[in-house]
């Protein structure tokens, strides 16, 4: 499977949802196929703590606990292609639709430990890695959540081409703005490539690939 360019440790830190800090826009002047804009209540996953997931992690080296790690992602070269795959059947595409869903809820409720409920052991270990050691970092997972104002929160405008590959896992594209952060994407809008794996019969991220809303979101077609 062809390999895009990861995010780092430092982004996964705050894209640990599968979400990046943007300006916010109203979904509806991006005429999404579907309004799948997650309101807080609907991140109804139950929590892990932040013990759990360092022991996923294991013990963290005694030199550089905390930094942002993974060199291997930072050299993982781009490229112009998607990861070739079958197309997925409905129950696939509802039931990974429904995780992005809750992503984006949790995202929007403040609650970070709900979002990691739903991501592989890979995914912590290679995507966010060290950081689940940093004092900052755990004190942002273990502070009482506090749900983003409207106007703040993330909107889902679209989950689309979603695909099996020959590796049994699904990668979906996600079209979505936010309502915070620096500007990023073709005005505020972004294209992420979701991967996930399917881990006892429930789907759960497993990659993250960012920022290709210029070779594959909608604008591109």
Do not use: H
Request: hydrophobic share 40%; net charge negative.
């Amino acid at each position: 499977m062809a390999r895009l360019a990861r995010l780092t440790v430092a982004a996964a830190a705050v894209f640990m949802l599968g979400l990046a800090g943007i300006t916010g826009v109203s979904a509806q002047d991006a005429t999404p196929t579907a309004d799948l804009s997650p309101n807080p209540e609907e991140c109804t996953v139950e929590r892990r703590t932040v013990e759990e997931l360092q022991a996923i992690y294991g013990d963290p080296a005694a030199e550089g606990a905390g930094e942002a790690t993974s060199l291997a992602m930072n050299a993982t070269p781009g490229v112009t292609e998607l990861p070739v795959g079958t197309p997925a059947d409905e129950a696939t595409v509802e039931a990974v639709t429904t995780v992005i869903r809750q992503q984006f809820a949790c995202f929007n409720a403040g609650d970070y430990l709900a979002g990691f409920t739903n991501v592989t052991d890979d995914f912590l270990i290679s995507q966010v890695g060290l950081s689940l050691f940093d004092e900052d970092f755990v004190a942002t997972l273990e502070s009482e959540p506090t749900p983003l104002a409207e106007e703040d929160q993330t909107q889902l405008l679209d989950v689309r081409d979603v695909v099996v590959y020959e590796d049994g896992r699904v990668g979906a594209l996600v079209d979505y703005r936010a309502g915070t952060g620096p500007e990023e994407g073709i005005e505020g809008f972004e294209t992420d490539l979701w991967i996930f794996e399917n881990v006892d019969g429930a789907w759960r991220l497993d990659e993250v690939f960012q920022n290709l809303e210029g070779l594959f979101g909608p604008e591109s077609q």
